[in-house]
């Protein structure tokens, strides 16, 4: 009977990593077909901001940042945002009720002063208390919005579309560094879409170790300290291949809450951000999707493959650890909010192949590795391991995980993704990110997926807890 066990879990192993890695080639194909499409069809980012920024009917654009204890970063990253080169945009930033100084700062440092405005409640959230202006006509894209406290960004993000005036937002983290042509490269894909584009997904990286100069990046680097190394050949794995490859099938199933752009009109009809989820980003666009595939019109959501923003991530063990069990946490609440989504095919790409994935390879992935885990540890006490067999599976699974950063370092060289300060130093960082990141990282991150399964089940009170910000270096 055991011996029946162990071939049927080895062959199911097997075969679900073979799928795995079929889905990964899949995705990179799809990635490159992507960078292909868009050298001929993306113009330069000169040629964009000339046909753009001279045309009378370029839409506006809201960017909604939802603020809670930032005085370490708020000053610095408002003045990134208000480097942002685009002709029509304003500038909402959604105070929590702050317990720190970051509404005193923001008072003292843009000339702020309370004035009337009529906020129409288009979407739920905490009561609005005043609405403040800068003084100072160099300040004048800046509106502050001081609202009770709702415990969770999503709160914020709802305020900020209360008080939006244009037809499409962006919502960020206050903590982001935008790139000044974020918007124009967004937006380009938005009007020059067959189809109407509901939502935009950025490319995003991380700001750990980058210098900022006058509220942009002006040396980019690849963090040095562990925890932020690997998180930044996460992200590009996730951006370059995994969302640019998707969004090639319009099955793209997240757009980033850290920095993405939405329709207000379809965000609304579709009932704002939910104020319970642990994953807003992932349930909102979901929602976009049932309310358009229910209504039968067609839809797009679409990547820039071009870094657009830089995040601050986890810089301790511990930040990180919070991280991935909300976000572990988030994933199985989209698994269970959202299953009448999944493998149906009214919801188009998105709910045939997209969920269906993500249930197979992400969700179910962690517990996978758990039971294999505990499943090797049994067989090495019994004696049962073959280990020319093992040796040469997993050396196969390693050798295709660096391959996989190879790749993204060609995507990345043949795309200018990234303008980084030394391109060889940043592309063998990422190297060694990649070499030791199966041994170190990953296990990490599946045990944090698995406690996050379990509290989700036990319904442990969710607490959200926001990362403690260092800031960046900034150049004198």
Not at 121 to 146: G, Q
Not at 298 to 318: L, M, S, Y
Not at 406 to 416: C, K, P, R
Not at 438 to 446: A, E, G, Q
Request: charged share 15%; glycine share 6%; aromatic share 14%.
């Amino acid at each position: 009977m055991w011996l029946t066990i162990y071939y049927i879990f080895s062959y199911l192993v097997f075969g679900y990593t073979m799928l795995i890695l079929f889905s990964y080639l899949f995705l990179v194909i799809q990635s490159y077909r992507a960078q292909s499409a868009l050298k001929v069809d993306l113009p330069d980012d000169e040629t964009i901001k000339y046909l753009m920024r001279n045309s009378p009917l370029t839409p506006g654009v809201s960017i909604i940042a939802p603020a809670y204890n930032e005085e370490v970063t708020i000053i610095d990253n408002i003045n990134s945002l208000m480097h942002i080169d685009y002709p029509n945009f304003e500038i909402i930033i959604v105070n929590d009720a702050s317990t720190d100084r970051t509404m005193e700062l923001l008072i003292n440092e843009y000339q702020l002063v309370e004035v009337p405005y009529d906020v129409a409640m288009k979407v739920p959230s905490k009561p609005i208390k005043r609405v403040l202006k800068s003084t100072d006509s160099r300040y004048s894209k800046l509106v502050v919005v001081d609202k009770e406290h709702g415990g969770r960004k999503s709160d914020g993000s709802n305020a900020g579309i209360n008080v939006c005036s244009n037809n499409y937002f962006v919502c960020t983290d206050v903590d982001c560094i935008i790139e000044p042509m974020a918007l124009y490269r967004m937006m380009w894909l938005v009007i020059n879409s067959h189809e109407p584009m509901i939502g935009v997904s950025a490319t995003m990286l991380m700001s750990n170790n980058c210098t900022v100069e006058n509220g942009r990046v002006s040396e980019a680097r690849v963090p040095t300290r562990f925890i932020p190394m690997f998180q930044q050949l996460e992200y590009l794995r996730s951006f370059l291949i995994g969302k640019l490859g998707w969004s090639t099938i319009n099955a793209l199933p997240n757009v980033s809450g850290g920095f993405g752009l939405f329709d207000t009109d379809v965000v609304v009809k579709s009932g704002g951000y939910d104020q319970t989820s642990m994953a807003e980003d992932v349930d909102m666009l979901l929602r976009m999707v049932t309310y358009m595939s229910n209504s039968g019109h067609p839809f797009r959501v679409a990547q820039v493959p071009k870094v657009c923003c830089w995040t601050e991530g986890p810089n301790t063990i511990k930040q990180l650890y919070r991280q991935r069990i909300r976000w572990a946490r988030g994933l199985f609440e989209i698994v269970s909010h959202h299953r009448k989504l999944f493998a149906n095919p009214h919801y188009g790409v998105i709910g045939t192949f997209t969920l269906p994935y993500i249930f197979m390879f992400e969700f179910i992935a962690p517990m996978l590795e758990a039971c294999g885990f505990l499943f090797m540890i049994w067989l090495v006490l019994i004696g049962g391991v073959n280990w020319n067999t093992a040796f040469i599976i997993f050396g196969m699974i390693y050798l295709f995980s660096v391959l996989m950063a190879f790749i993204i370092m060609l995507f990345d060289y043949v795309a200018d993704v990234v303008d980084w300060e030394s391109k060889l130093k940043a592309y063998l960082t990422l190297l060694f990110a990649a070499i030791i990141e199966p041994f170190v990282y990953h296990p990490f991150i599946s045990y944090c997926s698995n406690i996050g399964y379990w509290q989700f089940i036990r319904k442990t009170t969710a607490v959200w807890t926001p990362i403690q910000r260092k800031g960046v270096k900034k150049k004198s």
